[in-house]
T-cell receptor
Framework: AQKVTQAQTEISVVEKEDVTLDCVYE???????LFWYKQPPSGELVFLIR??????QNEISGRYSWNFQKSTSSFNFTITASQVVDSAVYFC??????????????FGKGTHLIIQP | DAGVIQSPRHEVTEMGQEVTLRCKPI?????LFWYRQTMMRGLELLIY????????DSGMPEDRFSAKMPNASFSTLKIQPSEPRDSAVYFC????????????????FGPGTRLTVL
């Protein structure tokens, strides 16, 4: 069975601080995908990144960066120089690939990130 | 592009009533997913379809829930009879069925339907 754990329920930092959101996953499959989604107060789910299980390269997109380490089954997300607009709930998710296509997403419980001005 | 369309956006009903939620996936997308979000359980997969065929409905909570996809451009999630514990935000998502492992990108989510059962 697959599982995603986001141990940090809520994080509060002051604007311009760096913050890292942790994600640990469990799966028996060798082919899978990992995702991060953002849910702002308005409620929609905004896609941030996707990684497949063979691509361990870290990625940077502006102030956002992701660290995928299969050895520790982790896919952590770092926001550099945080801004108030980054305040949201962030979800890590896992999807296994079953040959005929991708399965549904298994989400973590989410981390509520609060950026104080 | 229109994105995934869900209707209604908000639904308030009384316990015992039938509720039907609707989803129109992005044109050309072959896979459709229904999720439910609650404070207690978070985001959970209810059911998904590939090419209009239900693949995995193990997340459907009980027989009161049913989902259909009569064609590639429309899906419904029905709750009958509804109960207060069904109150949640229901999301629909779609993807173009990936031809190979490397082709998969993201699930495109609709705006959600907020259901309140009194």
């Amino acid at each position: 069975a697959q599982k995603v754990t986001q141990a940090q329920t809520e994080i509060s930092v002051v604007e311009k601080e760096d913050v890292t959101l942790d994600c640990v996953y469990e799966t028996r499959d060798t082919t899978y995908y990992l995702f991060w989604y953002k849910q702002p107060p308005s409620g929609e789910l905004v896609f941030l990144i996707r990684r497949n299980s063979f691509d361990e390269q870290n990625e940077i997109s502006g102030r956002y960066s992701w660290n995928f380490q299969k050895s520790t089954s982790s896919f952590n997300f770092t926001i550099t120089a945080s801004q108030v607009v980054d305040s949201a709930v962030y979800f890590c998710a896992l999807s296994e690939y079953s040959g005929g296509g991708a399965d549904g997403l298994t989400f973590g419980k989410g981390t509520h990130l609060i950026i104080q001005p | 592009d229109a994105g995934v369309i869900q209707s209604p956006r908000h639904e308030v009903t009384e316990m015992g009533q039938e509720v039907t939620l609707r989803c129109k996936p992005i044109s050309g997308h072959n896979s459709l997913f229904w999720y439910r979000q609650t404070m207690m359980r978070g985001l959970e997969l209810l059911i998904y379809f590939n090419n209009n065929v239900p693949i995995d409905d193990s997340g459907m909570p009980e027989d009161r829930f049913s989902a259909k996809m009569p064609n590639a451009s429309f899906s419904t999630l029905k709750i009958q009879p509804s109960e207060p514990r069904d109150s949640a935000v229901y999301f629909c998502a779609s993807i173009p069925t990936p031809g190979d492992f490397l082709a998969y990108n993201e699930q495109f989510f609709g705006p959600g339907t907020r259901l309140t059962v009194l």
